[in-house]
């Protein structure tokens, strides 16, 4: 069993920062971040491996940064330049074994 508890998100104007914040019971290979509008599946936003190997949605690349600290089983999304196509709900994401965990969610709303 693996528990994640988020922290971070809320309300910015387009163009603005936030940060993310998940924390693992214990340590797990890959770690990251989905997120999911109502009424749409639930996509990849960005991962990370233990070893700092990085994916992220291209809708992301160059705006969005995964990092994680290794020794607090904690990954972080920093968010620059949000748009509002960017609000939604984002759930942070924990691969066990051949198990897959979810954080309880945090909404992301840019708008002005």
């Known amino acids: 069993q693996v528990q994640l508890v988020e922290s971070g998100g809320g309300l910015v104007q387009p163009g603005g920062s936030l940060r993310l914040s998940c924390a693992a019971s214990?340590?797990?290979?890959?770690m990251g971040w989905y997120r999911q509008d109502p009424g749409k599946t639930r996509e990849l936003v960005a991962t990370?491996?233990?070893?700092?190997?990085?994916n992220y949605a291209d809708s992301v690349k160059g705006r969005f940064t995964i990092s994680r600290d290794n020794a607090k089983n904690t990954v972080y999304l920093q968010m620059n330049s949000l748009k509002p196509e960017d609000t939604a709900v984002y759930f942070c994401?924990?691969?066990?074994?051949?198990?897959?965990?979810w954080g309880q969610g945090t909404q992301v709303t840019a708008s002005s």
């Open positions: 994401y924990a691969r066990y074994g051949p198990h897959n965990y």
């Open positions: 214990r340590s797990v290979f890959t």
């Open positions: 990370i491996t233990t070893g700092g190997s990085t």
